[in-house]
């Protein structure tokens, strides 16, 4: 079983910027990042394979988000700037443990582990 502990949400004015971090306690095959806002489903944001460090993205998060690992590949980050009052959500680190699923997919079922969720609040 693998633990996510996220941390780094917070309340920001439309404009700023925000980084998330999601630490991991063991091996994953893919991390990703989702976001919610109640009434609504969960969508995915980016995603990141841990081996190669390819990454993904929707189209709302191009150029504006930047997911990352660090060296040991037991932390991924999720830099946010530019935020905007829609990017208002509570953000949730997800991983995969194998190649099961697709990483691109962003297809929530296929993750086996999530965090505890962080709130991102963008005013404007």
């Known amino acids: 079983q693998v633990q996510l502990v996220e941390s780094g949400g917070g309340s920001v004015q439309a404009g700023g910027s925000l980084r998330l971090s999601c630490a991991a306690s063991?091996?994953?095959?893919?991390m990703g990042w989702f976001r919610q806002v109640p009434g609504k489903e969960r969508e995915g944001v980016a995603g990141?394979?841990?081996?190669?460090?390819?990454?993904y993205y929707v189209d709302s998060a191009k150029d504006r988000f930047t997911i990352s690992q660090d060296g040991t590949q037991n932390t991924v980050y999720l830099q946010m700037n530019s935020l905007k009052p829609e990017d208002t959500a509570t953000y949730y680190c997800?991983?995969?443990?194998?190649?099961?699923?697709?990483?691109?997919?962003?297809?929530?079922?296929?993750?086996?582990?999530w965090g505890q969720g962080t709130q991102v609040t963008v005013s404007s």
């Open positions: 063991g091996y994953t095959y893919c």
């Open positions: 997800a991983a995969m443990r194998n190649s099961d699923g697709y990483c691109a997919r962003f297809r929530s079922s296929e993750y086996q582990y």
């Open positions: 990141i394979l841990r081996r190669s460090g390819r990454t």
